[in-house]
């Protein structure tokens, strides 16, 4: 299947300080992907989806200025947490559609593990 | 909203037999359904799909089938063997539709005892 890659693996930052993560679709384009955050032992929950060349779709309850999203090419989007803190401490999972042919399947990116100190 | 709920939330099985996971759907126009098998610590890979014009499909020892007026299906892995311990999730959306998201069930941790 197609191959989704993120980058860091994992990341432990101090209180305050902002991480970009990024998500790329090694071998197809993505005009959409989305990002998740998934808790210990939860489901993923989607924060918003994001459209390459346009603005990102929040999910309810997510912060659009907290966790700042830009889609700048067909490959890759990034996901910037703002000013983190503890309680941003998570799974953050991007997933891709690959368009091509006719399927329109989703593949996930391999996940970036966030520790905020 | 959309909602899709998932049960059971763990299942435990001898290897060799049979496990079923079931998943309800709220949205009527869903017509796409993947599940997800997510090993601990990776990322979730897709595993089986259906569609909504299709009542089941099989590959292999995993197969999946939809009652699309009782809004639900259920993902049906036979022969189970040890590697087969993962979480499992189900997913539903409106394929090619304006909500392009997909909707995840909560998850069944699977455990096949050797």
């Known amino acids: 299947g197609a191959v989704v890659s993120q980058h860091p693996s994992w990341v432990i930052c101090k209180s305050g300080t902002s991480v970009k993560i990024e998500c790329r679709s090694l071998d197809f384009q993505a005009t959409t992907m989305f990002w998740y955050r998934q808790f210990p032992k939860q489901s993923l929950m989607l924060m918003a989806t994001?459209?390459?060349?346009?603005?990102?779709?929040?999910e309810q309850g997510v912060e659009k200025d907290k966790f700042l999203i830009n889609h700048a090419s067909l490959t890759l989007s990034t996901l910037t947490v703002t000013s983190a803190h503890p309680e941003d401490s998570s799974f953050y999972i991007c997933s891709a559609r690959d368009l091509g042919g006719t399927q329109e399947t989703q593949y996930f990116g391999p996940g970036t593990r966030l520790l905020v100190l | 909203g959309e909602n899709v709920e998932q049960h059971p939330s763990t299942l435990s099985v001898q290897e060799g037999d049979s496990a079923v996971i079931k998943c309800t759907y709220s949205?009527?126009?869903?017509?796409?359904f993947p599940w997800y098998k997510q090993e601990l610590g990776k990322r979730p890979q897709l595993i089986i799909d259906i569609r909504s014009n299709v009542g089941e499909k099989k590959d292999q020892r995993i197969a999946v089938t939809l009652n699309k007026t009782a809004k639900h299906f259920s993902l049906h892995i036979t022969e189970t063997q040890p590697e087969d311990s993962a979480v499992y999730f189900c997913a539903a959306k409106r394929y090619g539709g304006a909500t392009n998201k997909l909707i995840f069930g909560t998850g069944t941790l699977l455990a096949v005892q050797p």
């Open positions: 949205d009527s126009a869903s017509n796409y």
């Open positions: 994001s459209n390459e060349g346009s603005k990102a779709t929040y």
